[in-house]
């Protein structure tokens, strides 16, 4: 059974701090990472993705992946509250299915 | 440029009835595909379709079964509903079959079994 595992959280950091996040998966065979965020009631939104290992920096978000270690992390800088969410962790292997495998996720606050 | 369209938005059905949602990718996309998400369970893969053709199935049910239009258009069906079918479900569209891109959600579709 593939499995992506994500620290369940909550996390809580107060506004202007970096909030981490991460996320392990089990198929070595993954290919794509996604970072998605899912607002109280709304749908997934996806907010990154990252296929090299390394860093992807868009904005105040970094994602990070090391496929040696089956690792995948998502840094928000200078959060805010409007970053309140639940971020899910998505990881896609081989081949040409579109089946992305998703965490539970891990429900962030950051308090004014 | 319109996203992901899903209908009906809440839907209230009883035990041992049949449901259809529906699902209007964005335009040009061709990869639909359907998730289950509960609280215990978070967002569970359904099937994906691509030119009407289902590529890939998850470890749902028979009674969980979908197609897919030659306009992209997809629908699911649940039949036999039974308590533990309620939960939110999404339609997810991409470009296109095996690319990197992700997918868009929908708002998906929240169904009620009394």
């Known amino acids: 059974q593939k499995e992506v595992e994500q620290n369940s959280g909550p996390l809580s950091v107060p506004e202007g701090a970096i909030a981490s996040l991460n996320c392990t998966y089990s198929?070595?065979?993954?290919?794509?990472f996604f970072w998605y965020r899912q607002y109280s009631g709304k749908s997934p939104e996806l907010i990154m993705f990252?296929?090299?290992?390394g860093d992807k920096e868009d904005g105040r978000f970094t994602a990070q992946l090391n496929k040696a270690s089956q690792y995948v992390s998502l840094l928000i800088r200078d959060s805010q509250p409007s970053d309140s969410a639940t971020y899910l962790c998505?990881?896609?292997?081989?081949?040409?299915?579109?089946?992305?495998?998703f965490g539970k996720g891990t429900k962030l606050t950051v308090n004014p | 440029k319109a996203g992901v369209t899903q209908t009906p938005r809440y839907l209230i059905k009883t035990r041992g009835q049949q449901v259809t949602l529906s699902c209007s990718p964005i335009?040009?996309?061709?990869?639909v595909s359907w998730y289950q998400q509960t609280p215990g369970q978070g967002l569970q893969f359904l099937f994906e379709?691509?030119?009407?053709?289902?590529?890939n199935k998850g470890n749902f049910p028979g009674r969980f079964s979908g197609r897919q239009f030659s306009n992209s258009r997809s629908e699911m069906n649940v039949s036999t509903l039974e308590l533990g079918d309620s939960a939110l479900y999404l339609c997810?569209?991409?470009?296109?079959?095996?690319?990197?891109?992700?997918?868009?959600f929908g708002s998906g579709t929240r169904l009620t079994v009394v």
């Open positions: 998505a990881v896609k292997s081989q081949g040409g299915s579109e089946k992305l495998v």
């Open positions: 335009s040009g996309h061709r990869s």
């Open positions: 990252i296929y090299s290992n």
């Open positions: 198929d070595r065979g993954s290919q794509s």
């Open positions: 997810a569209s991409s470009r296109e079959t095996g690319s990197n891109y992700g997918y868009t």
């Open positions: 379709y691509f030119s009407e053709t289902q590529r």
